[in-house]
Nanobody, 120 residues
Framework: VQLVESGGGLVQPGGSLRLSCAAS????????MSWYRQAPGKERELVAA????????HYADFVKGRFTISRDNAKNSVYLQMNSLKPEDTAVYYC??????????????WGQGTQVTVSS
């Protein structure tokens, strides 16, 4: 299992970023995929998850209405569109593979993470 994130960087408050995760080594279309984040000194937390077919999603309350998770099974990729970014969104963002189909656990394998910094 390999998960490689990209798209992180420095953005001003109110700005947008799109994270991508390229997956390989497993049947991507069979698994729940998710995004987590970890800020300095804090525990890793779920941001969003999407079912294997992409039809069902789950979001943490702190990102509802601002972030959108999506996937392209033809490209073995999952995305996180982040809008209206706030300084408190600053964290390392991790792509994760969950269980087959839909549901918890949302993460059993992790990528290496990509840094997102929201600052003026």
């Amino acid at each position: 299992v390999q998960l490689v994130e990209s798209g992180g960087g420095l953005v001003q408050p109110g700005g947008s970023l799109r994270l991508s995760c390229a997956a390989s080594g497993f049947t991507f279309s069979s698994y729940t995929m998710s995004w987590y984040r970890q800020a300095p000194g804090k525990e890793r937390e779920l941001v969003a998850a999407v079912s294997s077919a992409g039809g069902t999603t789950h979001y943490a309350d702190f990102v509802k209405g601002r972030f959108t998770i999506s996937r392209d099974n033809a490209k073995n990729s999952v995305y996180l569109q982040m809008n209206s970014l706030k300084p408190e969104d600053t964290a390392v963002y991790y792509c994760a593979r969950g269980r087959i189909g839909w549901g918890t656990p949302y993460a059993t394998y992790w990528g290496q993470g990509t840094q997102v910094t929201v600052s003026s």
